[in-house]
């Protein structure tokens, strides 16, 4: 809880983005539910051998491709945006770790493996910002395709539409359980990486005695 209040507090700084990115994110999302609806109205305007409206298809497909390129242009914006808000915390993120640096007590330091401490600025900060990246991406868009999906349903089937809803709690237990399970991995895999970090930064930073002890074919084992 703790972590994502600063992440929130990190991110709180471009409030106006994330509000663009919303806006953007059920614009294009609802847009894009449209388009099977237009699809049927089409598909009724074929209704059979010499039954075709031409015309009422062709006006269809125009509103079809116009609605497509304001979608894609609204996706490409959000995902601009959130590139932009990404890139900008980390860069906070990193500015406000390295000036912590700068007043750790020299205990920790000591009592820490540099690669550890270069891990965390370097390689986690990467991996928080694939995440946050690919939340705002998916998140924002799929709530909103989600409810819009779920309201068609219901207008056009309540039984179905019943069926997803009681279905769908059960698809979240199944990825909470995944996602406490592989918990312990991906933190296995963070620990692996700092080791690796910092055993690259020992061996290039002293590269001339590594090789003057013949030391080569062992470090490239530990590696």
Request: a positive charge; one cysteine or more; charged letters at 20%.
């Amino acid at each position: 809880m703790e972590i994502l209040k600063k992440v929130l507090r990190y991110l709180m700084r471009y409030r106006f983005f994330i509000l663009l990115s919303v806006f953007l994110a059920a614009f294009s999302a609802i847009l894009m539910l449209y388009l099977p609806i237009l699809a049927g109205r089409a598909i009724d305007l074929a209704s059979g051998k010499g039954r075709v409206d031409f015309r009422g298809i062709t006006k269809i497909l125009e509103r079809i491709a116009g609605i497509v390129i304001v979608a894609s242009v609204s996706q490409w914006l959000m995902n601009a945006i959130n590139n932009r808000i990404t890139f900008r915390v980390v860069r906070d993120v990193r500015n406000d770790a390295f000036s912590h640096l700068q007043i750790l007590p020299f205990e920790y330091i000591d009592g820490h493996p540099h690669g550890e401490v270069v891990s965390r600025v370097i390689a986690d900060v990467d991996q928080f910002s694939d995440g946050m990246l690919m939340g705002f991406t998916q998140l924002f868009t799929g709530i909103v395709t989600i409810i819009g999906t779920l309201c068609f349903m219901f207008y056009l089937n309540v039984r179905v539409a019943l069926l997803v809803v009681i279905l769908t709690p059960l698809s979240l237990v199944v990825a909470r359980v995944i996602a406490g399970r592989s918990f312990s991995l991906f933190r296995q895999q963070s620990e692996a990486r700092a080791a690796q970090t910092g055993l690259v930064d020992e061996v290039i930073g002293n590269l001339t005695v590594v090789k003057a002890f013949e030391q080569e074919t062992q470090m490239e084992e530990r590696f």
